[in-house]
């Protein structure tokens, strides 16, 4: 993992010295949430019910809370009951990309 | 719940995965995307904030607004979006401080203040400031006085809050701009007072 360039041109754009997101990944599934609610394809107030559940499921195993990882199980969660995707179809595909030849791993 | 997708798959993995999919059924575009997360990531933080607060201290008929109609007043300064439908504005004043979580999650208003930090959805934060609010408020460095009162605000799916700090003394003859620049995010949220003049 190459270290982030805080200073220079490169420097991940900051809030109050804070990293608005911490890895790509994060910002993907935010991104995602926002277009499928703002076409419609989902209701903000049910991610939420689903995130909220997933933040109180992660607090009460006591595992390590990561706020984009309850965001990602959420999204997953909400678009497979919702029959926007199927379970067995995300588990291949991400197998399938997992399988890529490394350097050609990148869209 | 059935085979888990997230097995043995990185996070990175996951979205990918996800997200090829839903372009593929027209349901997410990679461009429209791109531009949302650079919009978030770029353009929309806690100067728009900073703004509706500056403007609501110089201008006594748009506090007034501000503080009726939250949505309204800061719609007038163009900020909208998502997270920003139904926005309560509370004003701190002698006597009292406000300061907002969300119990539950993370709702924010995002066109004002952008995507929030990592304390504010942290679960400490949002299990103990409802609690032991002065405690918490001390710990993040603000002491208030034992005879103001704290009343916390909890956000959810439908409303935001944004807290309109009191004006820093000594700033009499600034401009708009420069009052702007003496409000912090941690101020707007509550946990922090705004900056004072140098």
Partial sequence: ?107 | MGEDPAEGLSAALRVEALEQLLAERGLVDRAVLDGLISRYENDVGPLNGARVVARAWTDPGYRSRLLADGTAAVAELGFSGPQGEHLVVVENGPGIHHVVVCTLCSCYPWPVLGLPPSWYKDPAYRARVVREPRTVLAEMGLQLSKDTRIRVWDSSSEVRYLVLPQRPPGTSGFSEEQLAALVTRDSMVGVALPGTPA
């Fill in chain 1, 1 to 107: 993992m190459t270290p982030l360039d805080v200073e220079g041109a490169a420097a991940p754009p900051r809030r109050n010295g804070e990293l608005v997101f911490a890895e790509p990944w994060e910002s993907r599934a935010f991104g995602v949430v926002l277009t499928l609610c703002e076409t419609g394809a989902l209701r903000w107030a049910d991610f939420r019910g689903e995130l909220v559940a997933r933040i109180e499921a992660v607090e009460q195993s006591g595992e390590p809370f990561r706020y984009y990882r309850c965001w990602l199980d959420a999204l997953e969660r909400i678009t497979v009951a919702h029959n926007i995707v199927a379970r067995t179809e995300l588990a291949e595909r991400g197998r399938m990309l997992a399988a890529r030849v490394p350097g050609h791993d990148h869209p």
